[in-house]
């Protein structure tokens, strides 16, 4: 008897340790970005880095304004958003209010497949398919730009949109559903007057983390956006992205400790707060989303 | 009154075609995509490209290291981290209900899930490559990797005990099992079918990765497979990434027959994570 309360015990300490192990990673990322963003910015003013407009740290004329590259994650995660978010949007409010439950079944999942699909093949769809074809309309389109890989980012993060606000939608309580088409409403009116402002605080969870993902996109944009920072929110011009910058320098040469190598994490460190606070006012709003209706 | 009401009900409609649209957009780009890949990429598939290493010459180039190295990354990755996230998740959802270390480590988790993949490349570069001497190796990608689909198997092994009534573990404990035994013999095999989905999921989102890879310098040109954990190595992403980034049309082609590989492993593995959703999901009825 002892001995199996004895097994129980480490078992569960066992278990708990792992549960902390995700708490360890979380600690290592922190230290290693702060540590090596700390060596940075001893050397490059913090002011110099938030409002100079040119990102050269690899040329002889250094200038370390990181804009350029927050201009060109903006610009692509803008223009995916505006095909993700109409498109899941809409997908949501239709499965839920219109489809039938034996086709929602089906095709929840058929479409979250979009989401399956490896980043990098998305790149190449970017750049050998959808820029070709974009070329055909806009004379202008250089074979780099930020409209053809935010577009393909956009089918990618569909699912995201779709799924996780239909999940929000299916928790409106059935009754008030049912009042609704009491008062001779419409399935139309119903969803936008009724359910799409009760699931409100669930749909901005899932456009937050569709924006934090299309943040942290790298692949799609390191293969179609170009490599070339650039201060403009022009959607037809080479640019770079925050997570581009990082791919470059890894695939070059740079010694470990120089300030080159530093620039990576500075970029990383910039990343990583844009998704950080994303990803925790998204937590916080769930949180009181499932409160409401649970 | 009567034209109000019609106007509603032409909206209504509208909103229905809109819908199946939408519903159907993605779809069928990503069909239109996936034919144009496989009428350019079938025709370069033989044994040769499965069998050759790489070359200078398009022509001569094969999958034969990147596919290896492929087969290792899913191997070493599900050894290191299936027994953690299992175990993270019982801890979570059978023991820590309510107290605060649970919580806090939920937050973390929900965040860790949205942190960039590029990221966990900078940490492991850090921490793998260099403070632990890994190099560029197998075993610094697997771990890599690992961190990366960590919060994925906690979330979905979570969600799997969650649906594992109360009833069966009270019938266990009414039996005189203690809870050890309760988790070990009834939660367990109950929820399997959903955890073994979510860790098909996570593998085949390991496997499809690429940022990370490169940011701890995996994109190397090797001559010879790995023969162990402690090897330089390649992947089938990064071999793509590399002949895209090739301007002679042969190395594109060779991407594009890369990609069809690439593909066929990810949706057999998604395949077989919907089908025992599927299964788990028919087979028991609560």
């Given at each position: 008897?002892?001995?199996?309360?004895?097994?129980?015990?480490?078992?569960?300490?066992?278990?708990?340790?792992?549960?902390?192990f995700?708490?360890?990673?979380?600690?290592?990322?922190?230290?290693?970005?702060?540590?090596?963003?700390y060596?940075?910015?001893?050397?490059?003013?913090?002011?110099?880095?938030?409002?100079?407009?040119?990102?050269?740290?690899?040329?002889?004329?250094?200038?370390?304004?990181?804009?350029?590259?927050?201009?060109?994650?903006?610009?692509?995660s803008?223009?995916?958003?505006?095909?993700?978010?109409?498109?899941?949007?809409?997908?949501?409010?239709?499965?839920?209010?219109?489809?039938?439950?034996?086709?929602?079944?089906?095709?929840?999942?058929?479409?979250?497949?979009?989401?399956?699909?490896?980043?990098?093949?998305?790149?190449?769809?970017?750049?050998?398919?959808?820029?070709?074809?974009?070329?055909?309309?806009?004379?202008g389109?250089?074979?780099?730009n930020?409209?053809?890989?935010?577009?393909?980012?956009?089918?990618?993060?569909?699912?995201?949109?779709?799924?996780?606000?239909?999940?929000?939608?299916?928790?409106?309580?059935?009754?008030?559903?049912?009042?609704?088409?009491?008062?001779?409403?419409?399935?139309?009116?119903?969803?936008?007057?009724?359910?799409?402002?009760?699931?409100?605080?669930?749909?901005?969870?899932?456009?937050?983390?569709?924006?934090?993902?299309a943040?942290?996109?790298?692949?799609?944009?390191?293969?179609?956006?170009?490599q070339?920072?650039?201060?403009?929110?022009?959607?037809?011009?080479?640019?770079?992205?925050?997570?581009?910058?990082?791919?470059?320098?890894?695939?070059?040469d740079?010694?470990?400790?120089?300030?080159?190598?530093?620039?990576?994490?500075?970029?990383?460190?910039?990343?990583?707060?844009?998704?950080?606070?994303?990803n925790?006012i998204?937590?916080?709003?769930?949180?009181?989303?499932?409160?409401?209706?649970? | 009154?009567?034209?109000?009401?019609?106007?509603?009900?032409?909206?209504?409609k509208?909103?229905?075609?809109?819908?199946?649209?939408?519903?159907?957009?993605?779809?069928?780009?990503?069909?239109?995509f996936?034919?144009?890949?496989?009428?350019?990429?079938?025709?370069?598939?033989?044994?040769?490209?499965?069998?050759?290493?790489?070359?200078?010459?398009?022509?001569?180039?094969?999958?034969?290291?990147?596919?290896?190295?492929?087969?290792w990354?899913?191997?070493?990755?599900?050894?290191?981290?299936?027994?953690?996230?299992?175990?993270?998740?019982?801890?979570?959802?059978?023991?820590?209900?309510k107290?605060?270390?649970?919580?806090?480590?939920?937050?973390?988790?929900?965040?860790?899930?949205?942190?960039?993949?590029?990221?966990?490349?900078?940490?492991?570069?850090?921490?793998?490559?260099r403070?632990?001497?890994?190099?560029?190796?197998?075993?610094?990608?697997?771990?890599?990797?690992?961190?990366?689909?960590?919060?994925?198997?906690i979330?979905?092994?979570?969600e799997?005990l969650?649906?594992?009534p109360?009833?069966?573990?009270?019938?266990?404990?009414?039996?005189?099992?203690?809870?050890?035994?309760?988790?070990?013999?009834?939660?367990?095999?109950?929820?399997a079918?959903?955890?073994?989905?979510g860790i098909?999921?996570?593998?085949?989102?390991?496997?499809?990765?690429?940022?990370?890879?490169?940011?701890?310098?995996?994109?190397?040109?090797?001559?010879?497979?790995?023969?162990?954990?402690?090897?330089?190595?390649?992947?089938?992403?990064?071999?793509?990434?590399?002949?895209?980034?090739?301007?002679?049309?042969?190395?594109?082609?060779?991407?594009?027959?890369g990609?069809?590989?690439?593909?066929?492993?990810?949706?057999?593995?998604?395949?077989i994570?919907?089908?025992?959703?599927?299964?788990?999901?028919?087979?028991?009825?609560?």
């Amino acid at each position: 008897m002892y001995r199996m309360r004895l097994k129980e015990k480490i078992t569960e300490a066992l278990l708990q340790l792992s549960a902390i192990f995700s708490v360890l990673i979380t600690v290592a990322i922190l230290y290693v970005l702060i540590s090596e963003s700390y060596f940075f910015f001893s050397r490059v003013s913090f002011f110099e880095f938030i409002t100079a407009t040119e990102w050269t740290p690899l040329f002889t004329q250094k200038s370390y304004g990181i804009l350029p590259l927050v201009t060109g994650t903006v610009l692509t995660s803008f223009i995916a958003m505006l095909v993700a978010l109409p498109i899941g949007l809409t997908i949501a409010i239709y499965l839920n209010v219109y489809a039938s439950p034996g086709f929602k079944k089906v095709i929840k999942p058929v479409i979250e497949v979009l989401a399956a699909v490896p980043t990098v093949v998305y790149g190449y769809f970017a750049l050998m398919i959808v820029t070709p074809f974009l070329q055909g309309f806009i004379p202008g389109l250089s074979g780099f730009n930020s409209l053809s890989p935010g577009i393909v980012m956009g089918i990618m993060i569909i699912p995201m949109i779709s799924s996780l606000s239909e999940d929000a939608l299916h928790a409106v309580p059935q009754n008030l559903r049912e009042a609704s088409y009491g008062m001779g409403a419409t399935r139309f009116q119903t969803a936008f007057r009724v359910l799409v402002p009760a699931a409100s605080s669930g749909i901005i969870v899932s456009i937050i983390l569709a924006v934090s993902r299309a943040v942290g996109e790298t692949m799609i944009v390191a293969i179609a956006a170009g490599q070339q920072p650039r201060f403009t929110f022009n959607p037809f011009v080479p640019i770079e992205t925050m997570t581009t910058y990082i791919v470059k320098v890894s695939l070059g040469d740079v010694v470990h400790g120089s300030l080159e190598y530093q620039t990576i994490f500075a970029a990383g460190i910039t990343l990583f707060v844009l998704t950080f606070a994303m990803n925790i006012i998204s937590f916080y709003l769930k949180r009181k989303f499932q409160e409401k209706y649970e | 009154m009567e034209k109000l009401f019609s106007l509603n009900h032409l909206k209504d409609k509208a909103f229905l075609i809109t819908g199946v649209i939408s519903t159907f957009f993605g779809l069928v780009v990503l069909a239109i995509f996936l034919a144009n890949i496989m009428i350019e990429g079938i025709p370069r598939l033989s044994l040769d490209f499965f069998t050759s290493l790489p070359s200078r010459r398009a022509e001569n180039a094969g999958i034969l290291i990147p596919l290896i190295g492929t087969i290792w990354i899913m191997v070493l990755t599900s050894l290191m981290v299936i027994p953690f996230g299992v175990a993270a998740a019982v801890y979570l959802e059978e023991y820590g209900a309510k107290n605060k270390l649970a919580s806090f480590v939920e937050i973390n988790i929900t965040n860790l899930a949205g942190v960039p993949s590029i990221i966990f490349g900078l940490l492991a570069l850090e921490l793998f490559v260099r403070f632990l001497g890994l190099g560029k190796s197998l075993m610094a990608g697997s771990l890599t990797l690992s961190l990366l689909v960590l919060p994925i198997i906690i979330t979905s092994t979570r969600e799997a005990l969650k649906a594992v009534p109360r009833t069966i573990r009270e019938a266990s404990y009414g039996l005189g099992a203690t809870k050890l035994q309760t988790i070990q013999m009834q939660v367990l095999p109950s929820a399997a079918g959903g955890i073994v989905t979510g860790i098909i999921l996570a593998i085949s989102r390991a496997i499809g990765e690429t940022a990370p890879l490169i940011v701890i310098g995996a994109m190397l040109y090797i001559t010879s497979p790995p023969t162990s954990p402690m090897d330089d190595f390649s992947t089938m992403p990064i071999q793509i990434f590399n002949w895209l980034s090739r301007p002679q049309k042969g190395f594109i082609v060779n991407a594009t027959a890369g990609i069809v590989v690439l593909l066929s492993i990810t949706f057999v593995l998604n395949g077989i994570a919907i089908y025992l959703r599927n299964r788990w999901q028919k087979q028991v009825k609560w």
